[in-house]
Nanobody, 127 residues
Framework: QVQVMESGGGLVQAGESLTLSCTVS????????MAWFRQAPGKEREGVSC????????YYEYSLEGRFTISRDNAKNTLYLRIDSLKPEDSDMYYC????????????????????WGQGTQVTVSS
């Protein structure tokens, strides 16, 4: 059974930085593309960034490029998202996703289909 678990969210001040982490078990981590998504209450989940299996290729939602950095450590089965210069509008639930999973309900982002999800980690930025 695939398990995805995010951590690292919290309450931060605007202008600060934060690094989110995501660990995966139950599936070969280094064989899967991964991504970060975020979702505000009442809105659709939107892609933030994705990264290929070996970490050499990354993709960012164009409006977020520059302050967000995705990376992975395959030896630790861990995905990261660093967010710099946090803004109040970055306040969302952030989800880690693994490529693959059931077809129904999948979200397509970058060149991949994602449908293995964690429970999310809340980021709240105060002004």
């Amino acid at each position: 059974q695939v398990q995805v678990m995010e951590s690292g969210g919290g309450l931060v001040q605007a202008g600060e930085s934060l690094t989110l982490s995501c660990t995966v078990s139950g599936l070969a981590f280094d064989l899967s593309a991964m991504a970060w998504f975020r979702q505000a209450p009442g809105k659709e989940r939107e892609g933030v960034s994705c990264i290929n299996r070996n970490g050499e290729n990354t993709y960012y939602e164009y409006s977020l490029e520059g302050r967000f950095t995705i990376s992975r450590d395959n030896a630790k089965n861990t995905l990261y998202l660093r967010i710099d210069s946090l803004k109040p509008e970055d306040s969302d639930m952030y989800y880690c996703a693994l490529a693959g999973g059931p077809q129904d309900g999948s979200i397509y982002f970058g060149s991949c289909r994602f449908n293995y999800w964690g429970q999310g980690t809340q980021v709240t930025v105060s002004s």
